[in-house]
């Protein structure tokens, strides 16, 4: 057992969310400048909107042999390699204005965003233990929703104070940078704990041998196709009911902004309750109430508030936020957890690609509210699928643990 005292496991800790929030500001950089980032380029803005999947395409190839990589060099060391790669490929897009080179950048940047998920909650199931393991969840699961607020004002707010857009890579390379030395300095792992971690042998085989785990990751697949539909293309549904498109956009960005609050007391809940399980339960039946209203918000700019906030309270606060918390309990011994958690983000990473291009497929052009009924049967349906495997899993969890 660590002998780390309390206080600089939160100080650790803290740490590793400033390296989320760094990697995060990293993949966000571009979106609210990217007819300015196309101009530099001298692409269109469709080519230019490549190098934001480019982070996804990275995390769906790269979680579970970033996993593996893990197992064998350890949680603090791989969570090294994430920020060094993250200097790295901003330097590199820092200093050059050709596209080719700009998006190979992107692909080394992100390695950092494929991995940090599994890496921050490896860490915290070392730090922390019982009811605390939820509250670090949760406020660790607030570095998204974070970078989104500050990348989305302060990006912009820089650019127009320097007129330059390689200030923005600048930034966020300094960022890493610090994180890095941070993480190198402060962060400690146990040495006996590391020493036998690295001497079990896990394999793939083993963790995919996990039925429970298996549901777990088919919901998180569809978790992260109604969560990022949402996060994507509420503008374009608020827009549908007449509400401009400066109000759209803002109203749109309140998910964020109230997933960090929502975040932190799920994880509080869920960890004195230890009732993950249930809580993700409760928020599949309240999200698919949510996906069903999509086409029946009735116009108003109070409603698309209402309904920016309850798209940002629930599928990210409290179902996600249940999902970090029991995936790692899912795991059938503690060396397997990165696998595990590599598993869970590949299926996000996919649920995550997937959304926009279907959903806006599926709506077409200059869409009306009758045209979100059909994204919204199909996005109901998602929250089934988690309502289902979520039960489904805890049933199997609990038959595994009293077999043992």
Known sequence: MSTTSNGRKWLMFFILLFCGITVSLSQLKISP??????????VNETQAALLMSLFTVAGIILSIPGAALMAKTGNKNMLLI?????????????VTNHFAVVMFSRIIEGISYAL???????????????????????????????????GMNGAVAIYNATNNLKVLWWIVAALAAVCFVLVL??????????????MEKTTLVEAVKNPPLLLTCLSMLCLAFVLFGFITCNPMLFAS???????AAFYSSLNGLIGIPVCIISGVVVGKT????????????????????????????VACILYALATGIVPGGMIMTSMFIFTPQLAKRPALIGLSMGLLNTLYYIGVFACTPVITAMVGENPTPA?????????????????????????????QRAAV
């Open 116 to 150: 940090i998920i599994t890496v921050g909650v490896d860490l915290i199931n070392s730090w922390f233990t019982g009811a605390t393991v939820g509250t670090a969840t949760g406020i660790f699961n607030t570095f998204a929703a974070a970078a989104n607020f500050i």
């Open 274 to 301: 230890g009732k993950p399980f249930h809580f993700a339960i409760v928020g599949a039946v309240l999200c698919a109430i949510i996906c069903f209203a999509m086409p029946h918000l009735g116009g108003g700019n």
């Open 371 to 399: 045209n979100w009924v059909a994204p919204s049967l199909l996005m109901v349906g998602c929250c089934v699928v988690v309502l289902l495997c979520s039960i489904a899993a805890m049933t199997m969890s609990k038959k």
């Open 82 to 94: 994430l920020m060094g790669t993250l200097v790295i490929g901003n330097v590199l897009g820092a």
């Open 241 to 247: 009911y007449g509400v401009s498109s400066a109000d």
């Open 185 to 198: 300095l402060v962060v400690r792992v146990d040495r006996a704990e590391a020493a036998a971690g690295a």
């Open 33 to 42: 400048l990217m007819g300015e980032v196309a101009a530099m380029l001298n």
